[in-house]
């Protein structure tokens, strides 16, 4: 059990250009979260999926966020057409969706959108 | 909506202080609690939870009671180290709606020798 991890590890990008992160949850894991957390907050859900099936979707998640699990394992969060708002730290955890089970995050994606 | 507020920071003590960092919360219902930490240049780790009122989660010397009558889970630790410098974030979950958590603004906690 390696964890959860995420590439990249940061990320500097201009205004306008698309961008995409990658997640690989901890291994046997069917549920994987997106949260996003800017400087002095806490983290916010954006999106979360079981096995799959993208279950939930933040009324955060505009229309230029897109996420995907296509087999399960995996996931990709990408942005298109960034905006300097969306500087942020992305991060990704994945649970085994079991009651009284614990999220366990990975290290994030730090965004930085000039 | 459902929502978590926390003291805010930074919290600067000297070693071997007494450590109290107050959460509540606001809930339609009875979530999970949680205290997660995040340690400079690491990743959100899980320090303690509690599933159910007056339920006691403690890990590391840290302690948290789930009050739902004060709908409050402040995080308490008797003495504290250099090295629990960190920021403290409260959350809540509600496994039946997908369990995704709902944060605090966190804590930053600042530890002296």
């Known amino acids: 059990d390696t964890g959860v991890s995420q590439d990249p590890r940061h990320k500097i990008t201009k205004r306008g250009q698309n961008v995409t992160f990658r997640c690989d949850p901890i291994s046997e894991h069917n549920r994987l979260y997106w949260y996003r957390q800017t400087l002095g907050q806490g983290p916010e859900f954006l999106t979360y999926?079981?096995?799959?099936?993208?279950?939930?979707k933040s009324r955060l998640l505009s229309d230029r966020f897109s996420a995907e699990r296509p087999k399960g394992s995996f996931s990709t969060l990408e942005i298109q057409r960034t905006e300097q708002g969306d500087s942020a730290m992305y991060l990704c955890?994945?649970?085994?969706?079991?009651?009284?089970?614990?999220?366990?995050f990975g290290p994030g994606t730090r965004l930085l959108v000039l | 909506g459902d929502s978590v507020t926390q003291m805010e920071g930074p919290v600067t003590l000297s070693e071997e202080a007494f450590l109290t960092i107050n959460c509540t919360y606001t809930a339609t219902g009875y979530p999970s609690l949680f205290w997660y930490v995040q340690y400079p240049g690491e990743g959100l780790q899980l320090l303690l939870k509690a599933t159910k009122a007056d339920d006691k989660g403690s890990n590391k010397g840290f302690e948290a009671t789930y009050r739902k009558e004060t709908t409050s889970f402040h995080l308490e630790k008797g003495s504290v180290q250099v090295s629990d410098s960190a920021v403290y974030f409260c959350?809540?979950?509600?496994?039946?709606?997908?369990?995704?958590?709902?944060f605090g603004q966190g804590t930053e906690l600042s530890v002296k020798p």
């Open positions: 999926f079981q096995n799959e099936a993208q279950l939930e």
């Open positions: 959350a809540l979950l509600f496994y039946n709606q997908g369990g995704k958590l709902i």
């Open positions: 955890a994945s649970s085994l969706g079991v009651t009284g089970e614990t999220q366990y």
